[in-house]
């Protein structure tokens, strides 16, 4: 992977909200995974990467899929129990063909279609992860709370900006932005963009800055792949002793998978040269 590729998975743990049962089948099925993929531990890392060619990107499945105004049937909470248990294992294949499955058969359901949309996006399928953000945008009724909707439309900024579509995925982290006062993830998405677009058109500089400033604080500053974008965006803005200072401390944070990739910006921030989302 020539650019490092920053991937936070939040786990689906709305089934257990409502179905408690599920976590004795969660960590039965947790157990049978582990045996399964003992030697993929990267599947249930907090940091992962479905796309080897892509800079950082921010990636959430939507937290709280039971909304606050829809009445639940215990078939449909069976239904979103069992794939919740197979997003929450990292079992993204499965949990893919069973919310597409699920999706066809209630294509209202737009929790199916966020399910989709997510496990879509960890198998590294932009066109599935848009088509399904958009279904759950479309489907949703009103029922879909503020930070559905900012996680979808993160999910969908980041499936564009795969395909290239620069300017549409920045106007997706902006909605999301303004969706979402707390979460960091939109943010550092926007503000990578700013800082590394190839497109000079896009980069700004002092708007990277900012935003990726707002994002370290959210997360307290001990995310370092927020800690990362802090550093791109100050190398934008030519302040590349800054730049050096936070991708330090984004190394000093990071997994072993992310370092050298951390190290290799750290490289070209010495040489006084910005970050570009096709650089080596």
Known sequence: MRNAKILTAIFFLFYFATNPASAEASNRLKQKSKNKH????????????????QGPMV?????????????FTPEEKAEASEIGVLVENGMWREAFKAAT?????????????????????????????????DAAIQNNKG???????????????????????????LNDFQTAIKLSKTDPI???????????????????????????TEAAKLSLWKDDTVLDVLAAAYAEAGDFSSAQKWEEKAIL?????????????????QAGKPWRENSR
Do not use: M
């Open 101 to 133: 499955k699920a999706g066809k058969e209630h294509p209202d359901r737009w929790w199916l279609q966020a399910a989709r949309a997510a496990a879509a996006s960890n198998l590294n399928k932009p066109k599935d992860t848009i088509e399904a953000v």
């Open 38 to 53: 003992a030697s993929s531990k990267h599947h249930y890392a907090r940091h992962h990467r479905a796309n080897k060619s």
């Open 186 to 212: 939109c943010r550092a998405g926007a503000a990578w963009l700013y800082a590394t677009s190839a497109d000079g058109q896009i980069r700004n500089g002092a708007s990277a800055v900012a935003l990726a």
């Open 253 to 269: 944070r990071g997994s072993q998978q992310d370092v050298p990739f951390y190290q290799r910006r750290l490289l070209s921030y």
């Open 59 to 71: 990636e959430q499945v939507p937290q709280e899929i039971f909304p606050p105004g829809h009445k």
């Open 143 to 169: 029922d879909a709370n503020r930070l559905n909707l900012a996680q979808l439309y993160t999910l969908r900024a980041n499936a564009l900006s795969r395909l290239g579509r620069k300017s549409e995925a």
